[in-house]
Structures are given as structure tokens and as C-alpha cells.
């Protein structure tokens, strides 16, 4: 059984930095295009950025692009999100996702597997 669990979230002031982790479990971590999506107060749950198998190819919302920076450690079953320049709009609960396969994805239906989130606030 597939187990993502995020961590790192928490309560930023406009224009500082948070680094989020995602730790996997239950796969073959090598095997799948990881994904950060995050989710907003009244929101639909929206596409952040994705990182395919080996690190070689990445996709990134217009909205962060230039300000986060997504990567992966094979050895550590592990995926990050380094956000920078953080904004209130960035404000939203950031789930990690997981998808079979080594193509890159961004779609919120593509991917199989999802963590349980962590908050991230950014305040003015």
C-alpha cells in the first residue's frame, strides 16, 4: 500500500521561504512521477508542479514558476518543494501525489496515489 507523508508546512510571512518533504512508502519510488498540488480555502484542488522519474524532466504551474523548485531523491524515497518568494496566494494545504509511470504529468486525475497534506500560510 502506497503512503505519502508530507512535512515542512506552516505559517510564513510574505516573501519568506519554505522547504515542504515528502516521504514514500509501499512503492517503488523509482517507478513514479511524484506531484505537489495544493488546495485552497473554497478552492478546487490545483496543480503545483511534478518531477518525473529520474529528475530529468519537470512541469510547474505558471503561478510558481521562478519561485519553487521541485526534486527528488531516489535513495530517500523522497520528493521536495523548495518555495521561495512565498506570497499569501500561495496560501493553501499541499498535498503530495504519486503516479505510476515516466512520463511527466499535471493534471489532478492523473495521479493514483495522494498524501494527507500539510497547511502552508503565508501571511501579508
Known amino acids: 500500500q502506497v503512503q505519502l507523508v508530507e512535512s515542512g508546512g506552516g505559517l510564513v510571512q510574505a516573501g519568506d521561504s519554505l522547504r515542504l518533504s515528502c516521504v514514500a512508502s509501499?512503492?517503488?519510488?523509482?517507478?513514479?512521477?511524484m506531484g505537489w498540488f495544493r488546495q485552497a480555502p473554497g478552492k478546487e484542488r490545483e496543480f503545483v508542479a511534478s518531477?518525473?522519474?529520474?529528475?530529468?524532466?519537470?512541469d510547474y504551474a505558471e503561478s510558481v514558476k521562478g519561485r519553487f523548485t521541485i526534486s527528488r531523491d531516489n535513495a530517500k524515497n523522497t520528493v521536495s518543494l523548495q518555495m521561495n518568494s512565498l506570497k499569501p496566494e500561495d496560501t493553501g494545504v499541499y498535498y503530495c501525489?504519486?503516479?505510476?509511470?515516466?512520463?511527466?504529468?499535471?493534471?489532478?486525475?492523473?495521479?493514483?496515489?495522494w498524501g494527507q497534506g500539510t497547511q502552508v500560510t503565508v501571511s501579508s
Open positions: 501525489a504519486a503516479k505510476v509511470g515516466r512520463a511527466i504529468y499535471a493534471s489532478r486525475a492523473s495521479f493514483d496515489s
Open positions: 509501499g512503492l517503488t519510488f523509482s517507478r513514479y512521477t
Open positions: 518531477i518525473t522519474w529520474n529528475g530529468g524532466d519537470s
